[in-house]
Antibody, heavy 118, light 107 residues
Framework: EVQLVESGGGLIQPGGSLRLSCAAS????????MNWVRQAPGKGLEWISL???????YYADSVKGRFTFSRDNSKDTLYLQMNSLRAEDTAVYYC????????????WGKGTTVTVSS | DIQMTQSPSSVSASVGDRVTITCRAS??????LAWYQQKPGKAPKLLIY???SLQSGVPSRFSGSGSGTDFTLTISSLQPEDFATYYC?????????FGGGTKVEIK
């Protein structure tokens, strides 16, 4: 079964760091374009980062320079290293696969919640 | 960045109704548009990709149309399980951007 499972969320103080993980099963992360998308409480969806199969990464301006997207191909696991966290980073964080059809995100994890608060 | 504008932001409808949601891009995106359904506390689910292609397993009452800047998601006969929030997303260029969402509520 094709599946993504996020972990690593929690409560963190402003200025702190957190690393999220996303474990894939049923497919290889190295062969796919993978995304992180977040959703602040009561708000819409916000794309934050993409990693291409070749390893290049792209970031939304809101997280550029603070977040780093990486992967471990041997474990089929993605990571989102989040530094200098701010209250506005509070959200549910989803990893999602970009499918072959129409560049849409066809597989999503259930999400992990990050709360940035003192 | 390409801005995606959805309308309406919410709609009240009854089971069996035909519901139409529109999405407008701030510049042309060809057919690089997807639609997602999200229920409370759940992850988004892909419904439509490439503007009009139905994702596998999605009921045929969902359909998408449009190209360029104007797109439509139609639910031909609303079912109880369709009450949710719907988002469009452009996949033409980075960064991918989402519309603000349309909440479909029970009338």
């Amino acid at each position: 079964e094709v599946q993504l499972v996020e972990s690593g969320g929690g409560l963190i103080q402003p200025g702190g760091s957190l690393r999220l993980s996303c474990a894939a099963s049923g497919f290889s992360v190295s062969s796919n374009y993978m995304n992180w998308v977040r959703q602040a409480p009561g708000k819409g969806l916000e794309w934050i980062s993409l990693i291409y199969s070749g390893g290049n990464t792209y970031y939304a301006d809101s997280v550029k320079g603070r977040f780093t997207f990486s992967r471990d191909n041997s474990k089929d696991t993605l990571y989102l290293q989040m530094n200098s966290l701010r209250a506005e980073d509070t959200a549910v964080y989803y990893c999602a696969r970009r499918g072959d059809g129409g560049r849409a995100m066809d597989v999503w994890g259930k999400g992990t919640t990050v709360t940035v608060s003192s | 960045d390409i801005q995606m504008t959805q309308s309406p932001s919410s709609v009240s409808a009854s089971v069996g109704d035909r519901v139409t949601i529109t999405c407008r891009a701030s510049q042309g995106i060809s057919s690089w548009l997807a639609w997602y359904q999200q229920k409370p506390g759940k992850a988004p689910k892909l419904l439509i990709y490439a503007a009009s292609s139905l994702q596998s397993g999605v009921p045929s009452r969902f359909s998408g149309s449009g190209s360029g800047t104007d797109f439509t998601l139609t639910i031909s006969s609303l079912q109880p399980e369709d009450f949710a929030t719907y988002y469009c997303q452009q996949a033409n260029s980075l960064p991918p951007t989402f519309g603000g969402g349309t909440k479909v509520e029970i009338k």
